[in-house]
């Protein structure tokens, strides 16, 4: 199979392949190690690798599996991959043997049949809007080579949107999933809290923020991916029962009217640029005449929460770090921190656990109110982001020039909309609905209470069907040969 073949099929088309015996499992993983070797060099998406192991699984893989041999990357954070080392982009981390065994995601992964090539580029503790860490470089949007893909979760962007691999792995605590999704013209779904396995050893990471899953080209890979990996693992104190219908089943499902909650200004007041609010308030007008009931939304007070969010966030770096600090033998010397990791570790350093608590106790508020508000609605439409990706370099959390401040202004002016959703639980989804006349995605966002991740994905299902977007994803391939 040759890489231009290759990358002209999602994750399910090319299971299907192999399944109908047209192809073996070991060719489309060499057309992915084909298409990486030629294009990563100009991305830098993919910053380690395991060719040889991947190989090995896509010769061994039973047809029988849904995903026999489909190229997969995991992101270099949370996830313990065997064979693969975890560094979170962290120099300090360069040294970490690679894990022994295979965190319960991961083994649901391979269970599924997919073979991991390797892992992506994430900012230093995937504390940013950007993917730009000293030690690995940044990886660099493919729509536009002087822009970020977004971040955390920017290398696994990259890597769909330029055919490297059909889908990969993604982790999210303020938004690092839907965010990059939105600057790179994907389908990004953070799930329900509760439904997928975090981590090796934690019940939650982020302080419960945290939720892990793909970015996909297509819907259906993204629920078929949800199918294959739900289910909390064992111990967690949020799980979420396994659902009796499959996400797939839903997709085709005949879409009943909606009540859909319309949201420009963030819950901290922001305004979307104008092509970015106007492709949002296209899409309401499209809802609305195929015969949705669009309202106006507006936010609880409580749903403003930025700073206590912080507290959380900020403090479980620093609590990492320190866990790491156990397992690694040292602390980190100052030089192998970014700027933003050293404020966190001084922010959670002195915060006291009454800060703490009462940042969990504001959390709870927030996510009662939402649930209230949503009572009303059964979706939220609002951007994803509220400006374009930005120019790479434009938001500094890595140098001796950085400033919290300045940096928590410039982050939150790009993407103000997402961590709302990390802080209720609930699902939330990066739709690619819409360009900009620089040619650039913009995404828009839905959100659905907590569990019902079906009935969004139903409703992006006959949103791709009705405005497809993977045209535009094959003409960004082909630039890439």
Wanted: aromatic letters at 6%; a negative charge; proline letters at 8%.
């Amino acid at each position: 199979m040759k890489p231009q073949e290759y990358t002209s099929h999602d994750a399910t088309a090319l299971a299907r392949l192999v399944k109908e015996g047209q192809v073996q499992p070991i060719e489309l993983v060499d057309a992915a190690i084909e298409r990486i070797q030629a294009i990563n060099g100009a991305l830098n998406a993919v910053v380690i690798e395991d060719f040889t192991a991947a190989r090995t699984s896509a010769q061994q893989v039973s047809h029988d599996c849904a995903l026999p041999g489909v190229p997969f990357l995991a992101k270099d954070m949370n996830v313990e991959v065997a064979g693969l080392p975890l560094t979170a982009s962290c120099r300090w981390l360069a040294d970490v043997p690679p894990a022994t065994q295979d965190a319960p995601l991961a083994s649901r992964w391979r269970a599924a049949g997919l073979a991991i090539l390797g892992r992506t580029n994430t900012p230093e503790w995937a504390g940013e809007f950007v993917t730009e860490p000293t030690w690995r470089g940044p990886t660099l949007n493919p729509w536009d080579l002087t822009r970020s893909p977004g971040g955390s979760s920017g290398g696994a962007a990259a890597a769909v949107a330029s055919g490297m691999v059909p889908m990969a792995h993604g982790t999210e605590s303020g938004g690092s999933i839907r965010v990059p999704a939105a600057c790179c013209g994907l389908v990004g779904l953070k799930p329900s809290r509760g439904w997928v396995p975090v981590g090796p050893h934690f019940d939650e990471l982020a302080g419960g923020f945290n939720s892990d899953h793909v970015l996909t080209r297509s819907v259906r890979d993204c629920a078929l991916m949800l199918d294959l990996t739900v289910g909390p693992e064992w111990g967690t104190r949020q799980p979420l029962a396994r659902p009796t219908t499959s996400f797939r089943q839903v997709l085709n499902a005949s879409l009943h009217p909606l009540r859909i909650g319309l949201a420009m200004a963030s819950p901290g007041g922001s305004q979307p640029q104008d092509e970015i609010g106007a492709v949002v308030e296209e899409v309401a007008t499209w809802l609305a005449r195929a015969g949705h009931r669009v309202q106006p939304f507006h936010y609880p007070a409580a749903t403003d929460i930025g700073e206590q969010a912080g507290v959380i966030w900020m403090t479980a770096i620093a609590e990492e770090i320190d866990d790491w600090t156990a397992r690694v033998g040292r602390a980190p010397l100052p030089a192998e921190l970014e700027a933003l990791t050293r404020a966190c570790l001084l922010v959670g350093r002195r915060a006291t656990a009454v800060d703490y608590v009462k940042a969990r106790r504001l959390m709870s508020q927030a996510t009662r109110e939402m649930a209230r508000a949503f009572e009303s609605i059964d979706v939220l439409l609002l951007p994803t982001t509220a400006s374009l990706p930005p120019k790479s370099g434009e938001i500094d959390g890595r140098t001796e020039a950085f400033n919290l401040d300045r940096w928590n202004e410039q982050s939150y002016r790009f993407a103000p909309y997402t961590e709302l959703f990390n802080v209720t639980g609930q699902p939330a989804i990066s739709l690619p609905l819409g360009m900009s006349a620089s040619r650039l995605p913009i995404g828009v966002q839905f959100a659905a209470p907590l569990g019902e991740d079906g009935r969004l994905l139903q409703l992006a299902a006959w949103c791709e069907r009705e405005r497809p977007w993977e045209q535009r994803l094959a003409t960004l391939r082909a630039r890439y040969g």
